[in-house]
C-alpha cells in the first residue's frame, strides 16, 4: 500500500463534528465516534499540497473555476463512467444539500410532491417539508437476501399522485449502500417519464463503489429523458473535502439550469471559495490511485466488520453494502426497542453510530457505521459494541 490509511491522525480540536462534537450531540462521555459521513484520512497528497500552494499565495479574493477545474471535472468522468458533460451544464453549489433545497425551491411550487425512498439521508426530508413540498414516501424494502430493492408498484402510485412533480433519487443510496443497477434505473426513469417528473439524482457517493461493482450515472441510462433529470455531483465524499463546501450541479436544459442559477443568485451563493476549486481540480486530476486504494482498506474494514459479528454476536446483520464507505446493520435481532439500543451505545458500548431513525421511520432497528477509519480504530468500536451487547443475548 502506498497510502497510510493505518496512520491515526487526532483530528480534536480541529472543529471537527465527527470527534469535537460527538459528545454533546450524543448526550454521553469518551464517545467513539463512527457516525458522520467523513473520513479519518488525510485526502490525497496532491489535494494537500495545491491547497499549501494555494494558502501560501495569501491572496483570498473573490474566485471563479478557471479553465483547468472545469476540465478536471470533465474528464474525470468521461473516463470513469463514459459520460459526456458540456461545460455549460455544470453549475457550482457550496453544497449538494443546498442544491437540493435550491431545486426544489426553483423547480416545484408549494404544494407540489416531491417522492423519496426511505430509508434515506435524512435531508432529503427535510428539504421537502421544510420548504412547505409534500413528501411522497416510496420505501425501499428488502428481498428475500436481506437486500434493499426499490417497491416499483409503490413508486408508480407515488408518481400518479396528482401533486408528484419531481423525485429525488440517493444513487448510491445511503444508508443502505446500493448501487442501483441499469434495470433498477431504468425502470425508474419509465415510471418518472410516464409522468413527465424531474429526477434529481444524488450521485455524491458514486466513486466510492466496491470492485465489481458499476455506477451508471442517471442521465446515460435513457439518453432521451435527460433533459429531465438533474446530477448532484461533487468531489467531498470522495476525496475527504467535505468542508471545503462545493459541488457541481450537472443540468443539461437550458431553462431548468437558468430557474436554478437564478435560485442561487438569489441567495447570494455565486462564487466558490478560493480552496475548493484547487483541491477539486488536484482531486480529479491525481485522485484516482488513492481512491483505489482507499476502497481496498474499506473493503478490508467491512469484511472485518462481517467477520467480528458473524462470530461474536451473529444477532448483528450486516447489510453488504456495494458502495460507499457506510454500513448498515440491523440490530432488530436484540427485540429492544430503538431508545434502549441507542441507550446501550452511549452509556455502554460508548460508540456513537449513525442512528437509524433519523433516515426515517423505515430505519428504526438499525445503525450506521462509518468505514472510513483506521482499522485499529474501527476494532476498538466493534469490540465495544460486542461487548456490550453481549449481555443483551
Ligand atoms: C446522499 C448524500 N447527499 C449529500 C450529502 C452532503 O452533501 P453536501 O455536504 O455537499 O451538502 C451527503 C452526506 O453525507 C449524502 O450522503
Known amino acids: 500500500m502506498k497510502y497510510r490509511f493505518d496512520n491515526v491522525i487526532d483530528r480534536h480540536g480541529t472543529g471537527c463534528e465527527k470527534w469535537d462534537m460527538c459528545d454533546r450531540i450524543f448526550g454521553g462521555e469518551d464517545l467513539l465516534p463512527l457516525w458522520v459521513a467523513d473520513m479519518d484520512f488525510q485526502s490525497p497528497p496532491e489535494v494537500i499540497k495545491a491547497l499549501a500552494e494555494r494558502a501560501t499565495h495569501g491572496i483570498f479574493g473573490y474566485t471563479a473555476y478557471t479553465d483547468s477545474a472545469y476540465d478536471s471535472l470533465i474528464q474525470w468522468f468521461s473516463r470513469r463512467y463514459s459520460w459526456n458533460i458540456d461545460k455549460e451544464w455544470i453549475v457550482y453549489s457550496p453544497g449538494v444539500v443546498p442544491a437540493l433545497s435550491l431545486l426544489v425551491q426553483s423547480l416545484t411550487e408549494p404544494g407540489e410532491g416531491v417522492i423519496i425512498q426511505r430509508p434515506v439521508y435524512h435531508p432529503f426530508m427535510h428539504v421537502v417539508e421544510g420548504n ?137 451563493m455565486i462564487d466558490p471559495n478560493s480552496f475548493a476549486a484547487v483541491a477539486m481540480e488536484a482531486a480529479y486530476t491525481h485522485g484516482t490511485d488513492w481512491l483505489d486504494e482507499l476502497m481496498d482498506y474499506v473493503k478490508a474494514n467491512l469484511e472485518y466488520m462481517k467477520h467480528a459479528f458473524r462470530n461474536s454476536l451473529p444477532q448483528i446483520k450486516v447489510i453488504e453494502p456495494q458502495g460507499t464507505y457506510l454500513v448498515w446493520t440491523d440490530f432488530r435481532g436484540f427485540g429492544l426497542n430503538y431508545k434502549e439500543l441507542l441507550r446501550i451505545f452511549i452509556e455502554e458500548a460508548k460508540v456513537a453510530p449513525g442512528q437509524g431513525n433519523i433516515y426515517g421511520q423505515e430505519g428504526e432497528g438499525f445503525m450506521r457505521f462509518n468505514l472510513a477509519c483506521p482499522g485499529s480504530i474501527l476494532e476498538e468500536g466493534i469490540e465495544r459494541i460486542i461487548r456490550a451487547f453481549t449481555k443483551y443475548i
Open 132 to 268: 412547505g413540498r409534500k413528501l411522497l414516501n416510496s420505501p425501499l424494502r428488502q428481498n428475500s437476501d436481506g437486500m434493499f430493492v426499490m417497491d416499483f408498484d409503490d413508486l408508480r402510485e407515488k408518481a400518479s399522485d396528482p401533486s408528484a412533480k419531481m423525485m429525488f433519487l440517493c444513487s448510491p443510496h445511503n444508508p443502505p449502500g446500493r448501487v442501483w443497477s441499469r434495470e433498477e434505473l431504468e425502470t425508474l426513469v419509465d415510471i418518472c417519464a410516464e409522468k413527465n417528473l424531474i429526477i434529481v439524482s444524488d450521485e455524491i457517493h458514486c466513486d466510492l463503489t466496491y470492485k465489481g461493482v458499476t455506477h451508471i450515472p442517471l442521465p446515460l441510462v435513457k439518453p432521451e429523458y435527460s433533459g429531465r433529470i438533474i446530477t448532484c455531483t461533487a468531489p467531498s465524499k470522495t476525496f475527504n473535502i467535505a468542508g471545503l463546501q462545493l459541488s457541481n450541479i450537472i443540468i443539461p436544459d437550458k431553462s431548468l439550469r437558468k430557474k436554478f442559477r437564478q435560485a442561487l443568485m438569489k441567495n447570494g
